[in-house]
């Protein structure tokens, strides 16, 4: 499946643009701190901090290491289950 039909997928069921952005990196990439992501993507720490906080909302993102700010993400089929 490409990335581009996987990032439809995942605005359909209620990811904004950024979050699938960040969701498909670290799905990618594995388990990722924050500094790693924001300077992959560039973005900046204020704008990541929300996009993480919702996905870890939204039951798709957990912190894998509190003291290191590691995050990592559930897989894409765990969401499809989700949410369909």
């Known amino acids: 499946?490409?990335?581009?039909?996987i990032r439809?997928?995942?605005e359909i069921v209620g990811l904004s643009p950024l979050e699938s952005k960040v969701y498909i990196y670290i799905a990618k990439k594995g388990p990722s701190?924050?500094?790693v992501?924001?300077?992959e993507l560039g973005i900046s720490k204020?704008?990541?901090y929300p996009i993480?906080?919702?996905l870890k909302e939204k039951g798709i993102?957990?912190?894998?290491?509190?003291?290191?700010?590691?995050?990592?993400?559930?897989s894409f089929?765990?969401?499809?289950?989700k949410y369909i």
């Open 1 to 5: 499946m490409s990335l581009k039909r």
């Open 8 to 10: 439809n997928i995942l």
């Open 33 to 35: 701190t924050e500094k």
């Open 37 to 39: 992501i924001c300077l």
């Open 46 to 48: 204020q704008q990541l």
């Open 52 to 54: 993480l906080s919702s």
């Open 61 to 74: 993102a957990v912190t894998a290491s509190e003291r290191f700010n590691v995050f990592s993400v559930s």
């Open 77 to 81: 089929e765990d969401i499809l289950e």
